[in-house]
C-alpha cells in the first residue's frame, strides 16, 4: 500500500515537470505551422495608378502633341498564377487589367469652334490652343499580358516576390469640353479612337496568407504600354481623333518625339489560394 502511494506521487510529480514542456512545444508546433504551396493563385487587386512622363501633363500640352492630359488614375487587376514547381518559387500567370487616367482644366477649353470637321491633326505647325471655358480628359487601357513571377518563400506567412509581365494594351478615350464664350458653349465630347499597343509589366509585392485558403497582399508595378505599335495618322471623321503616340513632323511639326504610355501602379488585395503541391 504504502509503495502504491509513493508511485503515485513519483508520477504527479514527474507529471507536473514535464506539463510545461510539453505545452511550450506543442504552441510552438501551431504558431510555426507552414502553409503549402498552392497550386493555383488567383489574385483580386484594386490600383491607384500615377501616369509619369508624356502620360501626365496639363490639358494644353495634350493638344501641342507633348502629352495626354490626365494627372491620376484608378482600376483593377486579376492574376491567375500556376505553381510550377515543389518549393512553390516559380509562377508563370496570366493578367487581365484595367485602368481609367483623368484630368481636367476648369478654366480652358481648346477646340474654338466647339467641333472636329475638317479632320485631326491641324497640318503644318498649327495646333488648338486656349480659349475660355472647361475640359476634361478620360483615358482607358485594358490591358492583356503573360508573366513569370519568383516567389521568396520562407517559414513565415509573409512571401515576398518579383514579376515580369508581356501586355497587350487597348488604348481608347474621351475629350470633353465646354466653352464659355463663342456661338456654341454647349458641352461637347471628342472620341480618342482604339488603338492597341504592345508593353510590358516589371513589379514585386508581398503575399500575407492568413489562412489556407485566403491571404492578402501589396503590390507595385511599373507599366509601359506602348513599347511597340506606335502610330501616327490624319483622321477626317466628326469629332473623332487618333492617339498620335509616334513622331511625325510632316503630319504635324510639333509631332517631334514619340510619346510614350507609361505609369506606376500600386495594388491592394486578396487572394485565394487554391490546392496543394
Same mark, same amino acid.
Given at each position: 500500500?504504502? !509503495?502504491?502511494?509513493?508511485?503515485?506521487?513519483?508520477? $504527479?510529480?514527474?507529471?507536473?515537470?514535464?506539463?510545461?514542456?510539453?505545452? /511550450?512545444?506543442?504552441?510552438?508546433?501551431?504558431?510555426?505551422?507552414?502553409? *503549402?504551396?498552392?497550386? $493555383?493563385?488567383? /489574385? =483580386?487587386?484594386?490600383?491607384?495608378?500615377?501616369?509619369?512622363?508624356?502620360?501626365?501633363?496639363?490639358?494644353?500640352?495634350?493638344?501641342?502633341?507633348?502629352?495626354?492630359?490626365?494627372? %491620376?488614375?484608378?482600376?483593377? #487587376?486579376?492574376?491567375?498564377?500556376? @505553381?510550377?514547381? *515543389?518549393?512553390?518559387?516559380?509562377?508563370?500567370?496570366?493578367?487581365?487589367?484595367?485602368?481609367?487616367?483623368?484630368?481636367? +482644366?476648369?478654366?480652358?477649353?481648346?477646340?474654338?469652334?466647339?467641333?472636329?470637321?475638317?479632320?485631326?491633326?491641324?497640318?503644318?505647325?498649327?495646333? %488648338? /490652343?486656349?480659349?475660355?471655358?472647361?475640359?476634361?480628359?478620360?483615358?482607358?487601357?485594358?490591358?492583356?499580358?503573360?508573366?513569370? /513571377?519568383?516567389?521568396?518563400?520562407?517559414?513565415?506567412?509573409?512571401?515576398?516576390?518579383?514579376?515580369?509581365? =508581356?501586355? =497587350?494594351?487597348?488604348?481608347?478615350?474621351?475629350?470633353?469640353?465646354?466653352?464659355?464664350?463663342?456661338?456654341?458653349?454647349? #458641352?461637347?465630347? %471628342? @472620341?480618342?479612337?482604339?488603338?492597341?499597343?504592345?508593353?510590358?509589366?516589371?513589379?514585386?509585392?508581398?503575399?500575407?496568407? $492568413?489562412?489556407?485558403?485566403?491571404?492578402?497582399?501589396?503590390?507595385?508595378?511599373?507599366?509601359?504600354?506602348? $513599347?511597340?505599335?506606335? #502610330?501616327?495618322?490624319?483622321?477626317? +471623321? =466628326? !469629332? *473623332?481623333?487618333?492617339?498620335?503616340?509616334?513622331?511625325?513632323?510632316?503630319?504635324?511639326?510639333?509631332?517631334?518625339? +514619340?510619346?510614350?504610355?507609361?505609369?506606376?501602379?500600386?495594388?491592394?488585395?486578396?487572394?485565394?489560394?487554391?490546392?496543394?503541391?
Amino acid at each position: 500500500m504504502k !509503495n502504491n502511494i509513493t508511485k503515485s506521487v513519483f508520477v $504527479v510529480l514527474i507529471s507536473l515537470f514535464l506539463l510545461p514542456t510539453l505545452s /511550450e512545444a506543442q504552441i510552438k508546433t501551431y504558431t510555426s505551422k507552414k502553409f *503549402k504551396p498552392p497550386q $493555383v493563385t488567383v /489574385e =483580386l487587386l484594386f490600383n491607384y495608378s500615377q501616369p509619369i512622363a508624356h502620360l501626365y501633363s496639363d490639358m494644353q500640352r495634350f493638344f501641342s502633341f507633348d502629352g495626354y492630359g490626365v494627372k %491620376y488614375g484608378f482600376g483593377s #487587376e486579376i492574376n491567375v498564377k500556376v @505553381t510550377a514547381n *515543389k518549393k512553390g518559387t516559380l509562377k508563370p500567370y496570366a493578367t487581365i487589367g484595367y485602368n481609367l487616367f483623368m484630368g481636367k +482644366d476648369n478654366g480652358n477649353a481648346y477646340i474654338d469652334s466647339n467641333i472636329l470637321q475638317n479632320g485631326y491633326p491641324l497640318g503644318g505647325s498649327r495646333y %488648338y /490652343e486656349k480659349i475660355p471655358g472647361t475640359s476634361k480628359m478620360l483615358l482607358h487601357n485594358f490591358n492583356f499580358g503573360l508573366g513569370f /513571377e519568383y516567389s521568396f518563400v520562407n517559414k513565415t506567412r509573409w512571401t515576398p516576390f518579383l514579376g515580369a509581365d =508581356l501586355d =497587350l494594351n487597348l488604348i481608347f478615350g474621351t475629350y470633353r469640353q465646354t466653352p464659355s464664350t463663342g456661338p456654341n458653349t454647349a #458641352e461637347v465630347s %471628342y @472620341t480618342i479612337n482604339q488603338a492597341v499597343r504592345f508593353g510590358f509589366g516589371l513589379g514585386g509585392g508581398i503575399h500575407l496568407r $492568413v489562412s489556407r485558403p485566403i491571404g492578402f497582399l501589396f503590390a507595385a508595378k511599373y507599366k509601359f504600354a506602348n $513599347v511597340l505599335g506606335k #502610330e501616327a495618322k490624319f483622321l477626317d +471623321d =466628326l !469629332n *473623332k481623333m487618333t492617339l498620335l503616340d509616334k513622331k511625325d513632323t510632316g503630319l504635324n511639326t510639333h509631332l517631334l518625339k +514619340d510619346r510614350q504610355i507609361n505609369y506606376l501602379q500600386f495594388s491592394l488585395g486578396i487572394a485565394f489560394y487554391i490546392g496543394r503541391r
